[in-house]
């Protein structure tokens, strides 16, 4: 007999308080927080944001082969910049859409381990693969972030930086709360919006770190761009909440042992 009791909770915020505004965000404690996990997690996190980055490399340059033939092009550009045309912006931006919008579950199965360390969960490198089963919704939630993002940035840059803050926790919602996409990327814009402030500071910051971990010949992104991805968990935990689920076994009791014994899971 199973005698197994498990109870739900839920830990941070709540969809509602995310609404309302009704929920704590301070910048140096979340990026604080953050990079205590970037730290704690590093070793098993790594191989996960490596395949993410070696998978996005694939598609970009395969995506500027189909275009341009031979990528070189781009190289020869950017030492000849005479030779800079309309037509190699385009294929790079092409490239862009192609591998963030082929790559996004992948990127929501991160997504979904650094929520996980938010929450004081252990993953593995395996876990990469969770948010495959919401690949249709994730990637149709890209591709209307990108859209609107890439439509907004041909009359007014700002506003395709705002959305992409505004949109930033809708992979999360999609697979966390299992929102619907179009819904995701409203809650998202209407909960960031209450704190934006806060937020576009934290996102500076990030920011400015990827840029100086690019000019450290890409040196500084093996430790920025997990700390980029425990930073939207730790946003999101406080925002919107996560969902646990607390098992209690029951052992039978002897002499030996009368303790009850408990299992956390996401």
């Given at each position: 007999m199973n005698n197994d009791i498990e109870r739900d909770f839920n830990l941070g915020g709540s969809i509602e308080k995310a609404l309302s505004g009704d929920y704590k965000l301070n910048a140096g404690d979340v990026l604080k927080e953050a990079w205590g996990h970037t730290?704690?997690?590093f070793v098993p996190f790594s191989p996960a944001i490596v395949t993410l980055v070696a998978l996005q490399l694939i598609i970009f340059?395969?995506?500027?082969?189909?275009?341009?033939?031979?990528p070189g092009i781009i190289l020869d550009a950017v030492l000849n910049p005479d030779q800079f045309n309309q037509g190699i912006v385009q294929a790079i931006m092409v490239a862009?859409?192609?591998?963030?919008?082929i790559s996004a579950p992948i990127y929501a199965g991160?997504?979904?381990?650094?929520?996980s360390h938010a929450a004081g969960l252990a993953t593995k490198p395996r876990h990469i693969t969770k948010g495959l089963q919401f690949t249709i919704p994730v990637i149709i939630a890209t591709l209307v972030s990108l859209t609107l993002q890439t439509t907004a940035s041909m009359f007014l840059p700002f506003v395709s930086m705002y959305l992409s803050l505004a949109f930033s926790q809708s992979i999360l919602l999609i697979c966390e709360k299992q929102v619907p996409p179009m819904q995701a990327l409203l809650l998202s814009l209407r909960?960031?919006?209450k704190k934006i402030i806060?937020?576009?500071g934290i996102y500076i910051v990030l920011a400015l770190m990827l840029l100086a971990g690019a000019m450290m010949y890409g040196i500084g992104l093996v430790f920025v761009v997990p700390f980029f991805f425990h930073v939207k968990g730790v946003l999101y935990r406080n925002m919107f909440g996560i969902k646990l689920k607390i098992v209690a076994a029951e052992e039978p009791k002897d002499d030996d042992n009368d303790d009850d014994s408990q299992v956390f899971n996401a």
């Open positions: 730290v704690k997690h340059y395969i995506a500027l082969k189909l275009q341009l033939g031979n862009q859409f192609s591998y963030e919008v991160i997504s979904l381990m650094a929520m909960a960031v919006n806060a937020i576009t």
